[in-house]
Structures are given as C-alpha cells and as structure tokens.
C-alpha cells in the first residue's frame, strides 16, 4: 500500500528540508493552478511562476511525444542569474512542484533529493 500526502504538507515539509527557498509550490500539470505555495520573497509571483513553468512542462512533454522517445521526465532544471527553478513530476504527471532557490544556498544535488522524496509520495 502507497502512502500519499496532501499537497500542503508538501509545501510545507520541503519548507522545512530548504528553508532558505525561495519559493515553492505543488502545481495541477493540466491547468497551471498552485494546489499549495509558499514565498520567502513578498515580491515572488508563485501564481505566475507556476503557470509559465506549466508550459515548460507541458512543452517539454510534447517534444518528447514528436520526438518519439520512450522517455519520462526526472526533472527539468532551469539555471538563472543566481537562482535554480526546479520542475519534478509525481510518478503519474498530473502534479508536479516547482522549486526557486538561491544557487549559493542551495546544494542541487540536495534540492533534488528533497524534490524526488516528496513527488513520489505527493497525492
């Protein structure tokens, strides 16, 4: 039997594990709506931020279908300035969480580890 947990608590237990974030959010893949968000930055957007990352995703998705490719996505990584954005998928793509967070403080290979163990189990 799988255990799944409630997108708040998602939120809120990445929270916990980054909490120098800079946002983050649990996003319905179809429609782009955060389902649970939270902004360290009063000026961070999350609404905005998880609808244009929506159309990363979905893009992404159908590139992989024209391309013909027996492919999933593990993650998609977008590298700006001084941020990372993190998109990871639940294991049946109708959620995924977007993750921001500073590149000097945040380890990937942590911010990662912390996405996989939470989609996994996101319901």
């Not at 947990?5 to 594990?17: D, G």
């Not at 996003?27 to 609404?47: K, Q, R, W, Y």
């Not at 995703?57 to 941020?83: C, E, F, G, P």
């Amino acid at each position: 039997m799988s255990v799944t947990v409630a997108p708040n608590q998602t939120v809120q237990e990445i929270l916990k594990e980054l909490p120098s974030l800079v946002a983050v959010a649990v996003v319905e893949t179809e429609t782009g709506m955060p389902l649970a968000a939270h902004s360290n930055v009063a000026s961070f957007d999350i609404e905005t931020a998880a609808a244009y990352n929506t159309e990363v995703v979905k893009q992404k998705l159908k590139a992989i279908s024209a391309l013909k490719l027996n492919q999933t996505i593990q993650d998609i990584l977008l590298t700006l300035t001084d941020q990372l954005h993190l998109l990871k998928l639940s294991p049946n793509g109708q959620k995924f969480i977007y993750l921001a967070v500073n590149s000097r403080d945040t380890n990937l290979a942590v911010a990662r580890q912390v996405l996989k163990s939470h989609t996994d189990v996101l319901s």
